[in-house]
């Protein structure tokens, strides 16, 4: 949450970042220090209006005296903690759950950040050899925990698997699923509390899920589209943009995006419109807005047909 | 919270009395009950429903044991009564083995292939299973789906037919499992037989005739308790019809056991049996003693934790004892998982009222009045004969609301795991029993602030748990002087493999591997040694060139292997490492929770590494797979959140180091 509380000052830390002194508040993280910083430190389930589940560990930093690596979106800087974020091991362990991400997912659609450290850390998912071919529909559904397939190590492993298309509004493609852990907050108690999906299954074969893999419209999801808000890679889509996508039409370069607050009741949501020729491809809530902090309602998200209806009337 | 329920069919009558049989009765409509007048307007659930979350787990045994699975159904008639999302409590069904979510034979048997059960032929076992229960199941109805044909790393798959809610399919089926916990017996399974009054069976040592047997006419699977070995002063196992030879005498000069002594002695369904030989004694002596004097005992003692990560016993004890915030909880971890460690379960099985002992003076020391036993689902004897110990220790006033008259309340629940060798890591453990699924916690904070319920909360292992009474007979800086300076007292040691007695042994911390194997008779047959796998899955080889390291933490350490949960897996000149390795890394993918990347997908890379390896088919050569290995174990060891992803690289890494990789010596 980002509200402004008028309270008494914080009291200061002083941490170490890669040589160099840094004050930070009490409570703020490691990866406040460096972002005061200004060092780039990649994150990947990390996001402001959501709590830190600190799955991902792209962001890991070394901390002199700790035996493993720790995540930096999550640990709270201490007195004196004198963090490296560029050390081999630092640099090794972020190369290597980009790679580990990127031979198991697609990640076409990440962010520019994404794909920029993909290239800084030298990440190269083709060491693993060929990728195996896709699962059939269900099948990862339908996987027991604690069993596999036998593996003869020739291909690499994926998630990979048809789009999940079920109802008009959105589509889960999990083939880009990172499991990063946000829609299921988004879903629940971060944001919407309506706990229509969750992690199922484990280890590889964890995935998100209704339950027994039930479509969208018999499950309590109600459309809010918190999480695709909050998905890194596209894997929740909005289906407008799918759409376009399919059909070749989507052109970001052509769009623009204007905010606004959403029309449909007082509690006043700011919206983000996606324009593209002069038709609304896409709504979004800008995460530093003080009234949702980037979530909304279905109504806010997918409610913007009536827009279109009367321009084509005109 | 409105729940949202999605099954198409509703629970069964059968179904909903199983999860009644856990909760009660529903008591209105609300809770899944009948409708009644006074339900429009008063609103029962809410807060009072939530807060029972943490008997999810106890409601998915209790339906799985009667019908075989969870169907929708049944899993919404319990998130009615809990007022847990479905999704969620989906989540928690499908994260562990003994659960299916699929319609499924009523019958699954288990049958071991892991590390210590494949010296003793656990391929040719499944071989036979396959034959006779493979494609003609005994037993099975026509509409059984699926086969046992070996296609994946796992066994066989009963799946094959939609969740459409019209049923369970009545049959046989098997499909292979990690440890099952009976490493010194030969060969070992686990029957869950859903629907009759013994849902679980662990039979060992097991061949298709004896699971057969058991199947049909109820065959008392587990040998009776030991007859105390001829004056051993160490003593073996009870591998009365396993593969191994008789149990080795101690020899006059091998000290009396400790942990082992009342083993085969006393009788594990008798209280009055226990407290003839001094039983309940030490919680009398912390009594007197007082918390703060116990916990002066466990420190001068310099006890380490023997579950696995030596860490000393006195200090999270204090942590939690000092602890302002109440309640306080103990727990004693009984989830025994490492691949080759069946320690705890002997001593469960055959010394349960010690347990409940040690538990109860951890509780006194620490501040606590509810303890909590998490014991592995897999361990069916052990459970049953702690459910009695502890209630009849109840009875008689050693449990309740004034435990020994002294004063002091205190109760234990035993929980049972449901397949998952990762709720054995603390925190997983702790989620567990809040009803969720066994996801390790981010640390910090740790568990002795915020535990069980965000409660301060001290786990700890069986076996350090026993220490705890041998330190309070004979004190604190007595038990500091057995062993060596830095690891005091003594420790089980699970002989397993291909060695003469299998079985559990009791040395003084400073015994030489080579010590402990020989009193188990060596490697069987006189063949030569090849390894030792030290410490399980999560531990490391060692060559026949480590045999004198002296068994202690410090020594450990400076060798770069760890003792792990005490197992000492021997292999000889025949064993087949690269299968061996290649089956360690499918552990690790198989029982990892999924949370973090390094260790979700590490550990399927690596296991496609060593399956190219164990094929003699590497990608590039064997010192470009080395490198990619080498990354591999770099970031699981780096940045996984638990042990478990820490670790799941360890004993392959150290095999590559004594050249026990073909290929690898020549690169
Ligand atoms: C993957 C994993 C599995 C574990 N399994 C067990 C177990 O089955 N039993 C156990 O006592 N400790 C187990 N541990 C260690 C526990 O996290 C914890 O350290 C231990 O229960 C503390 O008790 P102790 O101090 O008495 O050893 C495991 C740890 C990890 C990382
Ligand atoms: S759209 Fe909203 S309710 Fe539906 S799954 Fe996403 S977050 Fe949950
Ligand atoms: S669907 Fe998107 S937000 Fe959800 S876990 Fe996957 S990558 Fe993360
Ligand atoms: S290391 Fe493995 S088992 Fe541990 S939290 Fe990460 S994924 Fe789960
Ligand atoms: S961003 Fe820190 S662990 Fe994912
Ligand atoms: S029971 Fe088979 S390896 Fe332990």
């Known amino acids: ?314 | 919270m409105d729940l949202r329920l999605s099954a198409t069919v509703p629970a069964t009558a059968e179904e909903r009395e199983a999860v009644d049989g856990v909760l009660g009765p529903p008591e209105s409509r609300w809770d899944g009950g009948q409708r009644t007048a006074a339900d429009a307007h008063v609103a029962f659930g809410g807060h009072a429903a939530r807060s029972r979350r943490h008997l999810l787990i106890p409601v998915l045994h209790a339906v799985q044991e009667r019908v075989g699975w969870i169907s929708p159904g049944a899993l919404d008639y319990a998130c009615e009564r809990l007022t847990v999302p479905p999704a969620e409590a989906y989540g928690v069904a499908s994260f562990y083995a003994m659960f299916r979510t699929t319609p499924s034979p009523r019958t699954v048997v288990h049958v071991c292939d892991d590390v210590a059960c494949r010296a003793n032929g656990a391929e040719a076992l499944c071989e036979q299973m396959s034959k006779r229960f493979g494609d003609t199941p005994e037993g099975a109805e026509a509409a059984r789906p699926g086969s046992a044909n070996g296609s994946s790393a796992n066994g066989s798959s009963a799946n094959g037919s939609s969740a459409n809610g019209t049923g369970v399919i009545s049959g046989v089926t098997w499909q292979r499992s990690p440890c099952l916990g009976q490493c010194d017996r030969g060969s070992a399974a686990l029957l869950q037989r859903a629907g009759t009054d013994r849902p679980r069976i662990a039979l060992a040592p097991a061949d298709p005739d004896r699971i057969r047997q058991a199947l049909t006419d109820g065959l008392q699977p587990m040998p009776e308790p030991l007859v105390p070995g001829a004056g051993a002063a160490i003593r073996s196992d009870d591998n009365k019809d396993g593969a191994g030879g008789p149990p080795a005498p101690g020899g006059s000069a091998a000290p009396a056991p400790r942990l082992l002594a009342r083993i085969g002695t006393v009788d594990p369904a008798s209280l009055a049996s226990y407290r003839a030989v001094g039983g309940y004694e030490m919680l009398r002596r912390a009594l007197a003693l007082g918390p703060q004097g116990v916990l002066r005992e466990v420190r001068d003692a310099k006890l380490l934790g023997r579950g696995g990560a030596a860490f000393p016993t006195a200090v999270k004890w204090e942590a939690v004892a000092g602890n302002p915030v109440r309640p306080h909880y103990v727990v004693c971890n009984a989830d025994e998982s490492e691949p080759g460690t069946f320690k705890d379960r002997v001593l469960m099985e055959h010394d349960p009222y010690a347990l409940v002992e040690a538990l109860t003076i951890m509780g006194y020391a620490c501040g606590a009045e509810q303890g909590y036993i998490y014991i592995r689902g897999e361990y069916p004897v052990a459970e049953a004969r702690l459910a009695h110990a502890i209630a009849e220790a109840r009875a008689r006033g050693f449990l309740g609301d004034a435990v020994a008259g002294g004063g002091f309340s205190f109760d234990i629940e035993i929980r049972r795991g449901a397949g998952a060798y990762i709720a054995g890591e603390e925190t997983a453990l702790i989620n567990s029993l809040e009803g969720k699924r066994a996801e390790p916690r981010n640390k910090p904070p740790f568990p002795a602030t915020h535990g069980l319920f965000g409660k301060p909360t001290a786990v700890n292992n069986v076996e350090t748990l026993l220490s705890v009474l041998e330190i309070l007979r004979i004190g604190g800086p007595a038990y500091a002087r057995i062993g060596t300076e830095n690891s005091s007292g003594t420790r089980l040691w699970c002989l397993c493999g291909h060695v003469a007695a299998p079985g559990l042994y009791e040395h003084e911390f400073g015994a030489t591997l080579r010590e402990v194997i020989d009193t188990a008779g060596g490697v069987r047959d006189g063949r030569p040694l090849r390894a030792v796998l030290l410490g399980g899955a999560a531990g490391a080889f060692v060559g026949p060139d480590g045999l004198d390291m002296p068994l202690t933490f410090e020594a450990a350490r400076a060798a770069g292997v760890t003792l792990g949960s005490g197992v000492v897996l021997v292999l000889d000149d025949t064993a087949d490492v690269p299968e061996l390795l290649r089956r360690i890394t499918q552990f690790f993918r198989d029982e990892s929770c999924g949370q973090c990347v390094p260790c979700r997908v590490g550990t399927v890379r690596q296991e496609e590494l060593f399956a190219r390896l164990a094929r003699g088919e590497p990608r590039g050569d064997v010192a470009t797979e080395l490198k990619l290995f080498d990354d591999i174990v770099s970031v699981t060891r780096d940045a996984s959140i638990c042990g478990l992803g820490q670790t799941a690289a360890s004993a392959v890494a150290s095999a590559a180091k004594l050249g026990l990789i073909p290929g690898a010596a020549e690169s």
């Open chain 1, 1 to 314: 949450m980002t509200a402004v509380f008028i309270d008494t000052p914080k009291r200061l830390v002083d941490v170490e970042i890669d040589g160099v002194a840094v004050r930070v508040p009490e409570g703020a993280t490691l990866l406040d220090a460096c972002r005061a910083q200004g060092v780039d430190t990649p994150t990947l389930c990390y996001l402001e209006n959501l709590t830190p589940v600190n799955v991902c560990r792209v962001c890991v930093v070394e901390v002199e005296g700790s035996r493993t690596l720790v995540p930096a979106c999550s640990r709270k800087a201490e007195p004196g903690m004198k963090v490296r974020t560029d050390s081999e091991r630092v640099r090794t362990s972020r190369k290597m759950v980009l790679e580990f991400l990127a031979s198991s997912a697609d990640l076409s659609l990440a962010s520019a950040d994404v794909q920029r450290w993909i290239r800084s850390y030298g990440a190269d998912p083709s060491r693993y050899g060929d990728p195996a071919p896709d699962h059939e529909a269900g099948a990862r559904d339908a996987a027991r925990p604690g069993e596999h397939e036998a593996t003869s190590g020739s291909e690499a492993e994926t998630v990979k698997q048809p789009v999940k298309y079920d109802n008009d509004s959105y589509v889960r493609d999990y083939s880009r699923c990172i499991l990063c852990y946000k829609c299921v907050e988004a879903c629940g108690e971060d944001a919407q509390n309506t706990f229509a999906i969750a992690l199922a299954g484990r280890g590889f074969d964890a995935r998100i899920s209704t339950e027994f893999d039930v479509g969208l419209p018999d499950s309590a999801c109600v459309y809010c589209g918190n999480c695709i808000g909050v998905c890194p890679t596209d894997a929740l889509m909005p289906a407008s943009e799918y759409h376009m996508r399919q059909n070749g039409t989507w052109d970001e370069s052509r769009q623009t995006v204007t905010t606004t607050v959403c029309p449909y009741c007082g509690v006043g949501c700011n919206l983000d419109l996606h324009v593209q020729d002069n038709t609304i491809v896409k709504v979004t809530s800008p995460l530093e807005s003080d009234v949702g902090h980037g979530h909304l309602c279905v109504k806010g998200r997918f409610g913007f047909e009536f827009v279109q209806n009367r321009a084509t009337e005109e």
